[in-house]
């Protein structure tokens, strides 16, 4: 993956580079920018206040999408009976059994000075912490659902869910993690099939955005396909190590899900009907995949759409008298700037008046990625002048910080159109990087092997024509790509025609898709 | 408790009367209201959207005055391990044990076609659901507070918990449910108090003009409070049989969970000084007592403020040809109203298009409580006219549905001071109701017990002088009470001073306590 040069003349905020070490790159910020920390329970996070702003930024504006297209929230049980997922079972081959399971509803003392499960309080039936909610939702809907009437049913919640995770990583994979899932019911393919492409463009669309995330968007191949699933489609991300995130996923289900919870309908003609399912989620996974595209080496870097903050007031206290006046002037531009609408909403912006010192603040807020940054000092107050700093032009090339010093009212007047242009620089960038390290023209498995096996750190994608096998055949592709460390993201919706043979089958090929390490 | 006399040429829309049977008539509301059912899964319910939607509403009117407060929002573990737990069963006396008990990581077939956890996935420590996160949280502050700088420290989640609850009632009592808990540390004790009393206030004001629901803000006695509380506050709201609902808890904590946890900080003079925490939460207990505070015969009546839709638009359709401009009509109606501001938000107004007949969506919205219903005909879209009732004026006295017909101008031009009517008009009612049943001059043990002897089916609160006993004095009063199926609510914060001699202690009364049946 091409990288700028380093500087010598920068100090950078963070002890770690991407260069050197992508991902130990990764935990800095996420520690530095207070994004979250180790809890102490295996394998779950505390989301700490900066990142669990930008999970709620993304909430708002993903739900007011989901709310738009006519999906109505509800929220179902966390609790899902054992049997429930044995009938699953059945019918799923590859059905994931990584489950916290819930066995007991009371403690006692242990006659130790401990508690121990209470053996007298061990349930009947097991409890499953819900992965997902597809049977207790489909069982929902085999209520809900009778006649042609109540279709398309489409409900949607925000919910924690629980996998377990032998090796995690915070946002990228927890055993706990926040998500939206979606699930409709409709009166055929067609339907369903429009309602899962929907939610794959409503994916792209906020990917692109809000999260100012390039994203391909296209359909897994069989074999990453959700278990039982006709068809699984996903937005995939490009980190700045050149591996793919998968970002979200959406799955037409057919009416297998439907067949198995028993949502049938009555139709127009009067005929029972199975109904068709989708289901479309996306999780605090985004959160890891706008850090890995949009950190650098001062921390991370937040799109203005998703910033809890997008302009942060620094004042310079100096614990004197002058402090009075400066917090006035402070307060006076802070309440200027939140009467400014940016992006479609209000500016979010903050006085920081917590005690310490300014410079110790503003490193914080470069860490965490604020848009913009504004230092103001007494001097500054008397002559009506503000300094400010863009995040993503931190840098003169002298190693100082780029601060510009302007009249308040030329950095009022500018203001919105600096978030918007911090937004769409941010996007700019990612999609350029993206496209660069998207290689074509490769032909063979040999020359796959020697691409991925070049000193180069940062590989990117490599995009294939292929033949797309199925069965026995793919599942050979398969093993091919693992013994590489490679995986197939998905076939973009709007690629172009394929073009030659398939480097795995010799024949001739009839799509394309991405090849590339992956999270 | 007063009941208006029925008037027998209305037909009520349910089936259950409030005076026949509150409890039934409160399962009845929640069903055909859809605000929720039961799930398949032992004391979980689904949420429906009309449910959710108000609880929605509540989140985001609730978190607007959190984080005005200076709160931050976090999240926190689901699960927590057991030893956190043993720790506190070691310093708190009454420690709740019914919980659920996470023992195994994974499940596997059973050799006969069932699924079982497996054995061989045994967690080493069980994990407990959280059923609230003091300990969690209170781990996390003891590594995030050094320094008297880095207090207050107040963080709040959104968030599911569970009690293993043997009895459960919708939204009232059930073993999953979801809420919000704040969690503070402070310097001295006086910080935590105003902290803990700010909280209070929040939520009483909450209370009173988002709910429409009066509430007593006051400290619960001794034996109420929450377990390692030094106090706890609640606020209590009388529902339409007299009985009080808790609709929210506000605790000082002391130095106990400091203590514990090891939140410890460095004093401005450079000693190691405990905080003083403290925590406080409501829950989608609030939505039982919205319907138990507004419902009537009819079903639900929600406040405007907290109703997903303020105002339904029902055009009659009748599938021919006049439809179309029937819905032109009414999509123009709609728009003009959506550009209006009640309550300080945009108003909410659906255009129901739904297949079916207007009369049935009429009586199901009017179940559901939306506060304001508009009927449109061909008739009226030509002569530009409109039908309208409130939800709380449902009835004329000869039994008609008290739809007033007006010019579409009229009711746009009134529309925004009818919905804040709606809202302050159900606040009158409910503080009408509630202060005509609270009984006050009750000064002996006897007198109380004929009170609630007596053949009134709903006796509602009883004020009573008290000299505040504590220990095994106050123990003696609870099983007093308990005799009668009474609890002590609390003592309001604005009360009158005390009069005359306590009815338990024949001591002299030193506070006013409110005694009630209680949910």
């Given at each position: 993956m091409t990288q700028n040069a380093p500087n010598p003349k920068i100090r950078h905020a963070l002890t770690v580079k991407r260069a050197d070490d992508f991902a130990q790159w990764y935990q800095h910020v996420v520690s530095e920018g207070e994004m979250a920390e180790e809890s102490g329970v295996r394998g779950c996070m505390v989301i700490k206040p900066w990142g669990y702003g930008i999970w709620e930024r993304i909430q708002k504006l993903m739900d007011a999408r989901i709310k738009e297209a006519g999906v109505d929230n509800c929220y179902f049980p966390l609790f899902i009976p054992l049997?429930?997922?044995?009938?699953?079972?059945?019918?799923?081959?590859?059905?994931?059994?990584?489950?916290?399971?819930?066995?007991?509803?009371?403690?006692?003392?242990?006659?130790?000075?401990?508690?121990?499960?209470?053996?007298?309080?061990?349930?009947?039936?097991?409890?499953?912490?819900?992965?997902?909610?597809?049977?207790?939702?489909?069982?929902?809907?085999?209520?809900?659902?009778?006649?042609?009437?109540?279709?398309?049913?489409?409900?949607?919640?925000?919910?924690?869910?629980?996998?377990?995770?032998?090796?995690?990583?915070?946002?990228?994979?927890?055993?706990?993690?926040?998500?939206?899932?979606?699930?409709?019911?409709?009166?055929?393919?067609?339907?369903?099939?429009?309602?899962?492409?929907?939610?794959?463009?409503?994916?792209?669309?906020?990917?692109?955005n809000v999260l100012a995330m390039p994203v391909v968007a296209g359909e897994k191949p069989e074999n990453e396909?959700?278990?039982?699933?006709?068809?699984?489609?996903?937005?995939?991300?490009?980190?700045?190590?050149?591996?793919?995130?998968?970002?979200?996923?959406?799955?037409?289900?057919?009416?297998?899900?439907?067949?198995?919870?028993?949502?049938?309908?009555?139709?127009?003609?009067?005929?029972?009907?199975?109904?068709?399912?989708?289901?479309?989620?996306?999780?605090?996974?985004?959160?890891?995949?706008?850090?890995m595209t949009h950190g650098d080496d001062d921390g991370l870097r937040v799109p203005p759409a998703i910033a809890p903050h997008q302009i942060i007031i620094l004042p310079m206290l100096r614990e004197d008298d002058g402090d009075e006046a400066l917090l006035a002037y402070c307060e006076e531009i802070r309440r200027e700037l939140a009467k400014l609408s940016a992006l479609g909403e209000s500016v979010r912006v903050l006085l920081d008046k917590r005690a310490g010192k300014a410079t110790q603040k503003r490193w914080a807020w470069v860490k965490k990625g604020a848009p913009i940054i504004l230092e103001i000092g007494g001097r500054d107050a008397a002559g009506g002048m503000v300094s400010a700093v863009r995040r993503d032009r931190l840098w003169k090339d002298d190693g100082k910080v780029n601060f510009v010093g302007q009249t308040r009212d030329a950095f009022i007047a500018a203001a919105v159109s600096e978030l918007e242009s911090v937004q769409s620089s941010l996007h700019a960038e990612a999609t350029q990087r993206r496209d660069a390290n998207i290689t074509t023209g490769i032909t063979s498995l040999d020359a796959l092997a020697t691409f991925f096996a070049e000193d180069q750190r940062y590989p990117g994608w490599v995009e294939l024509n292929w033949s797309r096998p199925t069965g026995a055949a793919l599942e050979k592709v398969v093993e091919q790509l693992k013994a590489l460390k490679l995986t197939i993201r998905n076939t973009a919706l709007n690629a172009a025609p394929a073009e030659g043979q398939c480097p795995f089958t010799g024949e001739p090929a009839v799509e394309r898709i991405y090849v590339a390490r992956a999270y």
């Open positions: 049997s429930y997922f044995s009938k699953e079972a059945d019918h799923v081959e590859g059905f994931a059994k990584e489950m916290a399971v819930v066995t007991h509803h009371r403690l006692i003392g242990d006659g130790k000075g401990g508690l121990i499960p209470d053996p007298e309080a061990k349930l009947e039936e097991p409890l499953i912490v819900r992965p997902t909610s597809e049977t207790v939702i489909g069982a929902a809907m085999s209520r809900w659902v009778q006649s042609w009437r109540d279709l398309p049913l489409m409900v949607n919640q925000w919910a924690n869910v629980v996998r377990w995770e032998m090796r995690t990583r915070m946002f990228l994979r927890t055993s706990e993690f926040l998500w939206q899932e979606g699930h409709t019911a409709h009166a055929d393919r067609n339907d369903a099939m429009t309602e899962t492409l929907r939610a794959l463009e409503m994916y792209r669309e906020f990917a692109e396909r959700f278990p039982g699933a006709v068809a699984t489609y996903s937005i995939e991300a490009m980190m700045q190590d050149g591996k793919a995130l998968q970002a979200g996923t959406s799955h037409y289900l057919g009416t297998g899900f439907a067949e198995a919870a028993g949502i049938r309908y009555q139709s127009k003609e009067g005929a029972q009907e199975l109904a068709h399912t989708t289901s479309w989620g996306v999780s605090t996974r985004m959160i890891g995949g706008v850090i």
